[in-house]
């Protein structure tokens, strides 16, 4: 099929939140609140697995990992949001938005990655704690992370350079608030069959087979917990999990409610919003389940406050 009157963009505009007037200031507002929550929270978790001797175990590893992943994603998205809310242009260039899409799949599947990894290293801790230390040693936790750091290089490069090199002709402006694929496509003037089928392979592969490995080690690891003669032992092996399954469970519902609901929810103009829990709630949310849930990390927090006062 031959198209015509093809135009080549240097911008787009986002218009997420454009039609929302005066409220526009009392969104930048809540939403910077809720980043700067964000990034301290998952900083504070990343400093205190580096300087307390007591988080240098796999677990807090991974978590660190997964921290990162967090503030490297609403950092991605967040701030050029907030200046759009407060601008009267509100528009992201070329290159720009190239960047955001590259590393909404990067930190996107990274974090998938890193929950499965964090669901296996619980699979050997309680199904199999005497071969907890030569499995799960140091070099196989950093090949593990260096895994799904080139995963997400490799997602994000692919992403990012199919979905903005297709020839756009009818309109530089996304009805959302930040660069992503789902409201790009309809733009392009080309044949998009191939990339949706790939992308949805991707999700496949990316997305929903991490979910069906961290089910499946869950399975196992609630077997054994069944399994155990000690009342108590089964509440340490259940506690050890509870942070993980509430991040776990928090994560692919946003997630699900986003992306598996998009004919739901875009006729009506709100899909954009749906965004918003996994991309600004559920980042910030996960440094306080973990810290408060976790009496490693809040004694290690306990001793920082109290080395500072002293």
Excluded at 151 to 163: D, F, N, P, T, Y
Excluded at 193 to 220: G, N, Q, W
Aim: net charge positive; hydrophobic share 50%; glycine share 4%.
């Amino acid at each position: 099929m031959t198209w015509h009157n093809q135009t080549t963009f240097n911008e787009f505009i986002l218009l997420g939140f454009s039609n929302l007037g005066q409220f526009q200031v009392l969104l930048f507002i809540v939403f910077l609140i809720v980043y700067l929550l964000t990034v301290m929270g998952n900083f504070l978790i990343i400093f205190l697995v580096i300087i307390d001797p007591t988080l240098h175990s796999p677990m807090y590893f991974f978590l660190q990992n997964l921290s990162f992943a967090e503030v490297g994603f609403v950092s991605n998205i967040v701030p050029m949001m907030l200046v759009n809310l407060l601008s009267e242009k509100k528009t992201i260039s070329f290159l720009g938005c190239r960047a955001q899409i590259y590393f909404v799949f990067f930190f996107g599947t990274m974090e998938c990655y890193i929950l499965t990894v964090m669901a296996y290293d619980r699979f050997v801790a309680i199904c199999n704690p005497l071969r907890y230390t030569v499995v799960m040693n140091r070099n196989v936790c950093v090949l593990l992370v260096i895994v799904g750091w080139t995963l997400g290089v490799c997602v994000g490069i692919i992403h990012s350079a199919w979905v903005l090199g297709f020839p756009f002709c009818r309109s530089n402006t996304l009805f959302h608030f930040f660069c992503d694929v789902p409201p790009i496509l309809p733009l392009a003037c080309a044949d998009t069959y191939r990339f949706k089928l790939f992308s949805l392979i991707i999700t496949f592969l990316a997305v929903l087979c991490p979910f069906l490995l961290i089910l499946i080690s869950y399975i196992h690891i609630v077997h054994t917990i069944l399994r155990m003669t000690s009342v108590e032992g089964r509440r340490k092996a259940f506690s050890t999990c509870s942070s993980h399954i509430i991040v776990v469970t928090l994560f692919y519902s946003s997630v699900s409610l986003t992306h598996i609901r998009v004919k739901t929810f875009s006729s009506t103009g709100n899909k954009h919003l749906l965004s918003l829990s996994y991309i600004v709630f559920t980042p910030m949310l996960n440094p306080i389940i973990y810290s408060l849930r976790n009496k490693e990390v809040r004694g290690a927090l306990s001793r920082l406050i109290r080395k500072k006062i002293s």
